[in-house]
C-alpha cells in the first residue's frame, strides 16, 4: 500500500531563511507526487506536481520540489520564506489509478518576523 | 479562474442526524471525490465519482454514507446517520482530463461537528 511520510510536524523558519520541507513516500511504481498547501480556514491549494521528466518541478509562489527516486524523496524548498507562507503543507502520491490520493500528515510553517 | 465550492462552511448536527454536504465542481470536471480530515489528523480520501458511479471507496466510505451528482451540478455527500467521529472538515474535489494522472483540485471544506 502507498503510503507518504512528512517527518517534521512543525518547523519554525524566520522571514527572509530558506525552506526545506520533507516528504518521503511509499509506492511501488514510478510515484505521482504532489504538494498542497492549507493556510488556516481554507482549503488545499495546489502548489505543484510531479509527473515526470525534470525531476526539479516549479510550482506558485515560488516553490520548487525536487523528486529523488534514490532517496524516495520529494522535498519541497523555497529560497526565501516570506510571512504569507505560513500554512500547513501535505505531501500526497495518486495511486496507480489515479482516483486517490495519500497525504501525509502534513507540516505546519510557522514564520518569525 | 473557476473554483470548486463547497456548502455549507460549517454545519452542526445532533447525533443520529442525516446530512448532506453540497460540492459544486468546476464545470468541465468529469472525476469528484471526497476526503476528511479529522482534526489534527491527516486527509483521508473517502470516495471517488466518475459516470455516476463509485470508482473507488475507501474502509472509512461505509453503509452510512452515500454520494450521487443528483443535476449534473452539484456532488453530494450524504450521512445518514452522523456519529461523532463524523466530525471532521471534508473536503470535495474534481479533475478533469480523464487521464490516469489527473490533478485534483479542493474546495474549502465544510466543517462538521457531530454533537
Known amino acids: 500500500a502507498q503510503s507518504v511520510t512528512q517527518p517534521d510536524i512543525h518547523i519554525t523558519v524566520s522571514e527572509g531563511a530558506s525552506l526545506e520541507l520533507r516528504c518521503n513516500y511509499s509506492?511501488?511504481?514510478?510515484?505521482?507526487l504532489f504538494w498542497y498547501v492549507q493556510s488556516p480556514g481554507q482549503g488545499l491549494q495546489l502548489l505543484l506536481k510531479?509527473?515526470?521528466?525534470?525531476?526539479l518541478v516549479q510550482g506558485i509562489k515560488g516553490f520548487e520540489a525536487e523528486f529523488k527516486r534514490s532517496q524516495s524523496s520529494f522535498n519541497l524548498r523555497k529560497p526565501s520564506v516570506h510571512w504569507s507562507d505560513a500554512a500547513e503543507y501535505f505531501c500526497?502520491?495518486?495511486?496507480?489509478?489515479?482516483?486517490?490520493?495519500?497525504f501525509g500528515g502534513g507540516t505546519r510553517l510557522m514564520v518569525k518576523p | 479562474e473557476p473554483e470548486v465550492t463547497q456548502t455549507p462552511s460549517h454545519q452542526v448536527t445532533q447525533m443520529g442526524q442525516e446530512v448532506i454536504l453540497r460540492c459544486v465542481p468546476i464545470s468541465n470536471h468529469l472525476y469528484f471525490y471526497w476526503y476528511r480530515q479529522i482534526l489534527g489528523q491527516k486527509v483521508e480520501f473517502l470516495v471517488s465519482f466518475y459516470n455516476n458511479e463509485i470508482s473507488e471507496k475507501s474502509e472509512i466510505f461505509d453503509d452510512q454514507f452515500s454520494v450521487e451528482r443528483p443535476d449534473g451540478s452539484n456532488f453530494t455527500l450524504k450521512i445518514r446517520s452522523t456519529k461523532l467521529e463524523d466530525s471532521a472538515m471534508y473536503f470535495c474535489?474534481?479533475?478533469?482530463?480523464?487521464?490516469?494522472?489527473?490533478?485534483?483540485?479542493f474546495g474549502p471544506g465544510t466543517r462538521l461537528l457531530v454533537l
Open positions: 509506492y511501488g511504481a514510478t510515484p505521482y
Open positions: 474535489a474534481g479533475g478533469n482530463t480523464g487521464a490516469t494522472r489527473e490533478t485534483q483540485y
Open positions: 510531479y509527473f515526470s521528466g525534470d525531476t
Open positions: 500526497a502520491v495518486l495511486n496507480n489509478a489515479g482516483n486517490m490520493l495519500t
